[in-house]
Every structure is written in C-alpha cells, then in structure tokens.
C-alpha cells in the first residue's frame, strides 16, 4: 500500500513535522506493506522549506511557493514520472494519500486564481499523476478515512482489487473468470445491482470474447461497482437475497428471528455485523454450497470491525 510518509510520522513536512495517522500506522500496518512516499522530499526539496500551493487553472495548476513565488511544477512532474514508472514494479494494492497537500491531496485541493481567491478544485500533481496511471487503483485521503462508510467502502476495495489481481496472477481462464463471479455476486450487488448486471451479461457471452478484452471490461466493471458505497438500503436486499437461499433448511422460527434483525439493521438500530453473524451461523449449520464461498459474507478480516457501526 502506497502511503504518503508524513502519514507514517516520518518529519518531512515543510516545517520539520508529520502527521502520523494511528489508524494507518497500528491498525492497517498489521495487514499492509507500505511504500511511503514524500513527493516534496523525493523531488528535492529540503526540510524545513517554504509552504507551497497550487495557483492558476485548477484543470492544469502550477505548484509554487506561496512567499517568493518560486515555481516548482516542472521539478514535481518529472519526478512523478519517474516515481510511477518505480511504482509499476511495487505490486501496488492501494494508495492513502495526505488531505489538502499541493503534491499528495485527492480531493478539493484549494487552487489560487490570479486575484488571489481559492477555489477548492484542485488535486495534488502527485496524487494527480498516481490516479491517471494507476486508474483501477484504490486511493483514499487519510482525513476520509475517519467516515466509518467511507472507511468500510475503500478497505472493501483494496481488498477485493487484492483478489483481483491473485486471479489475473494465477492462470486466469474463462472457467475461473466464471467462479470469481460467482463468489463475489452478492458483494458487487451490495455496491452496484446495475453492475452485477452489467457484468453477468458479459461473463454469459464471455466464451465468445476475446480473453484479454473479457477480463479488461470486466475488471473495470468490477473496480466501478466497488467504487460506489454499500449502503443500508442495499444491504438490505442482499440480506433478503441471502434469505431466499435459506428457504428449504431454516425453521419458521429462525426465519422470523432472521426477518427481525434485518429489519432492526434496516432501522439503523443494529450493525450490519449482527444479521451477518446469524447468517453465517445458518450457513456453517445448513452447509447452504451457493453461500458458504460468497465473498460478501467476510470480504476483510474481522478483527478490522469494519461492519460493527450503526
């Protein structure tokens, strides 16, 4: 996992400090290798240094100096040419990235006009440059992170774009291409039903499309799907889908006791962890085969408690 350094508490911010995220460095560190990055460092700069912002046209903003002026962008592009041509042999399996940084900020980056007004539509040339090159790459600003939906939603990414990629790695073939799919069904209905349709459409006449372009459009479907958030309302129809699968083995009973807890999770009065647990004891219990491979039933190590917030 790319991450920016100063989120590793490496001091090299501008003037000498960091920013080191705990959620990163103690929680995430126990799943991920880093490759910390310092666009401003790495391009050669010094530490402490002037503070640097983004200036001009928003769509292609210059990264100057904000006392003297000093224009560093043609230094930070050609280095972000050369860091993402290292990047490529890194395996790469996501990136987190430092908010409102000139170099390293994903989103609303402030961008100053000629009359010294900001704009919050820039991005950093680093981040910029990591985004375009690697497009199907999970990114996420740390500040993000702290939405707890937004957290689930980008952990969920980087570990499926991870399953992804051990399956492009490992003899892929139309065969296998058909069981990924399968697994991940309920996962990619929970983000995108349109996808899973979409994508279920191709995977039927995929025998007649070529290998290299099959797992092309379906990867791009896949990553796109897994862009857009879980939320309740989705979550609930997976739910229910699971249920269906049900329907020859549980009693009336457990199907009420199910029933009532996916409607307490459907009135934000319980985590999704709770109706999840249930399932997954019916499943272990009834050996249902559809269910016990699907992916969406732990798409990341628990102990992350990704699914434990209401």
Same mark, same amino acid.
């Given at each position: 996992m790319g991450v920016s350094s100063c989120l590793l508490g490496t001091p090299v911010r501008y003037n000498g400090g960091h920013k080191r995220d705990r959620y990163v460095t103690d929680t995430l560190a126990t799943y991920f290798d880093f490759v910390p !990055?310092?666009?401003e460092v790495e391009c050669g700069l010094p530490v402490p240094r002037e503070t640097m912002h983004l200036a001009g046209n928003p769509d292609n903003p210059r990264l100057v100096t904000t006392q003297s002026g000093v224009d560093h962008t043609d230094r930070m592009k050609r280095f972000c040419e050369q860091k993402v041509a290292e990047l490529k @042999? &890194? @395996?790469l399996g996501a990136f987190i990235f430092k908010k409102d940084s000139p170099s390293s900020g994903l989103h609303r980056v402030k961008v100053f006009g000629n009359s010294g007004k900001a704009s919050k539509k820039g991005r950093g040339l680093f981040a910029d440059a990591i985004v375009n090159h690697f497009p199907l790459l999970p990114v996420e600003e740390e500040g993000r992170l702290n939405d707890v939906y937004l957290r689930e939603n980008f952990i969920e990414r980087v570990f499926c774009y991870h399953r992804w990629k051990n399956f492009l790695e490992n003899g892929p073939d139309y065969k296998k291409l058909v069981d990924f799919h399968t697994r991940h069904k309920l996962q990619i209905m929970a983000h995108s039903p349109k996808h899973l349709s979409w994508m279920g459409k191709l995977v039927a006449a995929g025998k007649d499309i070529e290998q290299r372009e099959l797992f092309e459009q379906y990867q791009e479907y896949l %990553?796109? /799907? %897994?862009?857009?958030? /879980?939320t309740i309302k989705k979550n609930v129809n997976v739910l229910y889908h699971i249920m269906g699968h049900f329907k020859n083995y549980i009693s009336r009973d457990e199907k009420a006791e199910l029933i009532e807890v996916i409607e307490d999770y459907s009135r934000a009065i319980i985590p999704l962890v709770v109706p999840l647990t249930l399932i997954k004891h019916y499943v272990r219990k009834y050996e249902v085969p559809y +269910?016990?491979?699907? !992916?969406? +039933? &732990?798409?990341h190590p628990a102990e992350l408690m990704l699914r434990n917030h209401v």
């Open positions: !990055v310092c666009p @042999n &890194e @395996n %990553m796109q /799907a %897994m862009t857009l958030k /879980a +269910l016990q491979h699907q !992916v969406y +039933l &732990e798409p």
